[in-house]
């Protein structure tokens, strides 16, 4: 027997899992929404009478007003979710909030002699180091629309794969199709290493997912009218386009950029340093483009930082310390079955030799947890056991 059929609105695509109601009219299926919108274009052009509009739905409050947000402010609210990275950290508050200080400026601005232009992150560090954590976590501080992409899923257009668009789609989605909101939220792309131009000589074939995929993000970070299609790209190809303005969307970009210190010691005539010494310190716009990021997207990141490894006294704090805390959350896990979990110290100390071992960063620890925790979790909810305590000698025997 075939499924029920998922009807989509025919103006913004939201289907009818997303909306209140869904109308069938002869083109098709409209939203509540979409509808509303009519009648208020409608009202305004003095075609029909004015309703008696039903009382809107309170906006979603900020955790902060952005004006009230200083460098300062925002690193602090850094230090709870992330360990470490301080210079990363003061280097994103600034950047981030001379982005907003810079709308707040272009919206009310009297002096049309000065207009600020945005400058777009680049983030580079070995995997695990945090910064996803740190792009979504000021995104949660700014309450404004924010999406995750990878980089290594998109190809230049016309080719199997992703169009850079498809970024754009993300984040109108997450913004609840709301094209204000979404032209200043935040795009942190991730992997941006494994896009690099693969070789400095010219080729007979096209470098679709390499160098293709950065030409194309160039009008993007840039700051231009995009047209978007709300439902992503070629399975839909009747769908009226969205037109985002990318001018205030902030673009963070990451990636682990492995082997890059051999490019720093051979600019600065030296033996190879590793990222835990000095190197992190004299990475340079020379070096990516060496690295193989071309010059036009290069100079579209003017932000750039790079974040420390993590070492076995990072990794226990983020262990325990910061707000989301893994052994916290396996705590409260623990507590919603009515029941206490307590974890030795030997355990910590064991979790944290493991990661560094397989080299996983901070982003490989809830794996190594899981494994420890697995069996005691399947048990507690049926268990008449209040207390689990969990010592190093089980730890060593699961892992």
């Known amino acids: 027997m075939a ?59 900020a955790s902060q007003s952005r004006k009230e947000v200083t460098p300062q402010k925002i690193h602090a609210y850094l230090d709870q979710y992330v360990i470490g990275q301080d210079r990363a950290k003061k280097v994103l508050s600034v950047a981030v909030y001379n982005h907003y200080k810079r709308l707040e400026n272009n919206l009310d601005a009297t002096d049309s002699q000065v207009e600020l232009e945005k400058s777009n992150i680049l983030l580079a560090g070995p995997t695990g180091t945090g910064k996803t954590l740190l792009a979504r976590s000021i995104a949660r501080l700014l309450d404004v629309p924010f999406t995750i992409v990878d980089a290594t899923v998109l190809t230049e257009a016309g080719y199997v794969g992703e169009d850079v668009e498809s970024i754009l789609s993300r984040l109108l989605e997450q913004a609840d199709y709301d094209v204000a909101r979404t032209e200043r939220g935040i795009v942190f792309i991730d992997e941006i290493d494994k896009v690099a131009r693969k070789s400095d000589n010219p080729s007979i074939t096209r470098d679709v997912s390499g160098e293709g995929v950065q030409q194309a993000m160039l009008k993007l970070l840039e700051g231009n009218v995009v047209n978007v299609p709300p439902k992503g790209g070629r399975k839909h190809p009747e769908q009226d386009f969205v037109h985002i303005n990318t001018e205030n969307i902030l673009f963070i970009c990451g990636g682990a950029f492995e082997g890059i210190e051999r490019r720093i010691a051979q600019r600065l005539n030296t033996q190879v340093i590793g990222f835990d010494s000095a190197a992190k310190q004299q990475i340079d716009m020379e070096d990516f483009r060496a690295y193989g990021l071309i010059p036009e997207i290069i100079g579209r990141l003017p932000v750039i930082t790079y974040l420390d490894p993590l070492d076995e006294t990072a990794l226990k704090r983020i262990l325990v310390e910061p707000k989301n805390a893994l052994i916290k959350q396996y705590e409260k896990m623990f507590e919603m079955d009515g029941k206490k979990l307590v974890v030795e110290p030997e355990v910590l100390d064991l ?34 056991r209040t207390v689990y305590t969990v010592t190093l000698d089980f730890a060593r025997k699961t892992l």
């Open 351 to 384: 979790i944290v030799k493991t990661a560094v071992e397989k080299k996983v960063g901070a982003r490989g620890l809830r794996s190594i947890c899981e494994k420890i925790f697995t069996e005691a979790m399947y048990e507690a909810p049926s268990s008449d």
């Open 3 to 61: 499924g029920k059929k998922n009807h989509h609105c025919f103006c913004c695509g939201r289907d009818e899992s997303q909306v209140q109601y869904l109308l069938q009219v002869k083109e098709g299926f409209i939203c509540d929404t979409c509808v509303t919108s009519l009648y208020s274009y409608l009202e305004d052009a003095g075609v029909v009478s004015p309703a008696v509009k039903a009382p809107s739905k309170p906006a979603k409050p």
